[in-house]
């Protein structure tokens, strides 16, 4: 009986580890992230991050530039007190080069996960002390791509938390501004 239930437990381990999860990308251009981008899909593991116009995470990230320390400059929109606001975050270099970390909100950190930098990005913000999880499709065009979205959704549920998919497809002016 023992050694069935041992057997039992290594089954389970080996099942958990077999979980699907997302493979980050080896490694960035960050040269190659650089200019305008458009927020397509959001998803969180806390859906009150996004749900409201003036949710914290409620963002649209409007362009990425690289500065001369291997650092990323991230232009975003966000609502606030009833108003588009037009914020600057630097997020900095790591020893890992998909990873960046940002104070925004608090002690966060930025991944990327997946991109062919000429069509879109998806990046998820990681919040260290609430143990929350936001991502977002970004696209370099204003149309989403089908494929892509789809490929983003699939990725959502590959992460270890559950996710909520916020989809945004409208005009980047409107988005912060309706």
Known sequence: ???????????LVCAVGAIDSPQAMQDVEVPKLAGT?????????????LESKEAPLRVYITSLQPTP?????????????DQCVKKKIVAEKTENPIEFKINYLDENR????????????FVCLESTSQQNLACQYLARTLEADDNVMEEFIHFLKTLPMHMRVFLDVTQAEERCCV
């Open 110 to 121: 930025i991944f990327l996960f997946n991109t062919d930098y000429s069509k879109y990005l």
């Open 1 to 11: 009986m023992q050694c069935l239930l041992f057997t039992l437990a290594v089954a």
């Open 37 to 49: 981008w458009h927020s397509m899909a959001m998803g969180a593991s806390d859906f009150s991050l």
């Open 69 to 81: 320390e291997g650092n990323l400059e991230i232009s975003l929109q966000k609502r606030e007190n």
